[in-house]
């Protein structure tokens, strides 16, 4: 199917495009357009990384300013900076090479769906979790973290029905107060979350407010009014509405899934390990988009109940019944491993089989030679 995107917000077309289109310019023309996705992607995971370094549970804004140094909150600005840039012009470098293809669109969709946990789950070394005074509970971490990919999910499941990726208002947004944050963090310290802003709410209250704002009553009823008018057009790509919303019942099964888990776990699993636990969350999620995303594009029927929903309910139910006792932070390691691995694994035989299927490579604009 030919891809069609729409973007309509201010921020993106009068701002941010006139310098993407600068940006553009200088990439050479032999680089191809997935490496540009690819290297934004690991930038990402570098950011995530360091940053886990020096704060593996998120207490490190909280406890002590100066337990992050400054150059890394800089670090961090720059690299979401190039991330943002990089995942900006990869489609335009694309059309300009004459490069576009279904494996260029899959790889760069599949890899914001699971870029977009690791910019929420790096933003929270900001503001640091709870200690009493200053911080955001980690539970308002997990509902902050669904609400984001619950977002993502639904511009994937509007274009699943209607055919069109209407770019959600929210990625511009979300990219410029990101990198506003870590240059503040930089500049200031920490001390400036941990101080009330306005009316004795925290900047991150406010944060969490606009967030829940924009998804419950802009992200999505324009979701919902985009598919109505796809039916009354009658352009939907769905006849019945059983197929309409199948690819959400994996998504909101899998939620229930783990919400079920972190409130009944005897040991408070995401108390114990907030880091792993909302790494797993956001590995899982972004492998469900994945399918969605590729029946989207082949225009198959995706499947009603996705795999990891069965070892997943298995351990859950071993958790909260008391049956894995201490075990709980052991089996939520090896869960999360062999999720990210199978996760991994499943993107590089996708994009495999396409670049084969294809007959192009992933990371270079020469053609396959015919066997």
């Known amino acids: 199917s030919q891809y069609s995107a729409v973007d309509t917000n201010p921020l993106s077309v009068y701002i941010m495009q006139p310098i993407w289109n600068k940006i553009i310019k200088i990439v050479p023309l032999w680089i191809a357009p997935n490496l540009l996705t ?7 995971l570098v950011n995530y990384f360091l940053l886990s370094f020096y704060d593996w549970d998120y207490t490190a804004s909280g406890t002590g300013p ?10 961090s600005a720059f690299t979401t900076f190039c991330a943002y840039a990089l995942d900006s012009i990869d489609g335009k470098h694309a059309r300009r090479t004459q490069s576009s293809t279904p494996l260029g669109e899959l790889f760069d969709h599949g890899l914001d769906s699971w870029a977009t946990s690791i910019f929420v ?9 709870d200690n009493g005074k200053t911080g955001v509970s980690i ?11 619950f977002n993502f999910m639904c511009s994937h499941w509007e274009k699943y029905n209607t055919g069109v990726l209407f770019l959600p208002w929210g990625y511009d947004i979300s990219q410029v107060v990101l990198i506003t944050a870590y240059l503040l963090t930089a500049a200031v310290g ?5 101080k009330p802003f306005l009316f004795g709410y ?15 009553f802009l992200s999505f009823p324009q979701t919902l009014y985009n598919i109505h008018r796809g039916y009354l057009k009658k352009t939907l790509k769905n006849d019945s509405l059983y197929e309409g919303v199948l690819p959400l019942v994996s998504p909101l099964l899998l939620f229930i899934l783990l919400t079920v888990w972190v409130v009944l776990s005897p040991s408070n699993i995401l108390a114990k390990q907030p880091r792993l636990f909302l790494w797993m969350v956001g590995v899982a999620f972004s492998n469900v988009i994945c399918k969605v ?3 989207q594009m082949s225009s198959t029927r995706p499947e009603l109940f996705h795999w990891f929903l069965f070892p997943l309910a298995l351990v859950v139910y071993a958790a909260i019944s008391g049956l894995l006792g201490w075990m709980e932070e052991a089996v939520l390691a090896i869960l999360t491993s062999l999720v990210t691995a199978a996760h991994v694994h499943f993107g590089v035989c996708v994009g495999r089989q396409l670049s084969e299927h294809l007959n192009i490579y992933i990371f270079s604009l020469k053609k396959r030679v015919q066997e």
């Open 121 to 129: 789950l790096s933003f929270f070394s900001v503001c640091s979790r």
């Open 190 to 194: 920490v001390e400036v979350w941990q």
């Open 293 to 295: 995303i590729i029946c």
């Open 139 to 149: 539970y308002t971490m997990y509902i902050y973290l669904s609400i984001v990919l």
């Open 66 to 75: 100066g337990l992050v140094p400054t150059w890394v909150w800089l670090f």
């Open 38 to 44: 690819f290297s934004g992607f690991v930038l990402i």
């Open 202 to 216: 925290y900047i991150t209250d406010v944060l969490v407010i606009l967030l829940i704002g924009f998804s419950l």
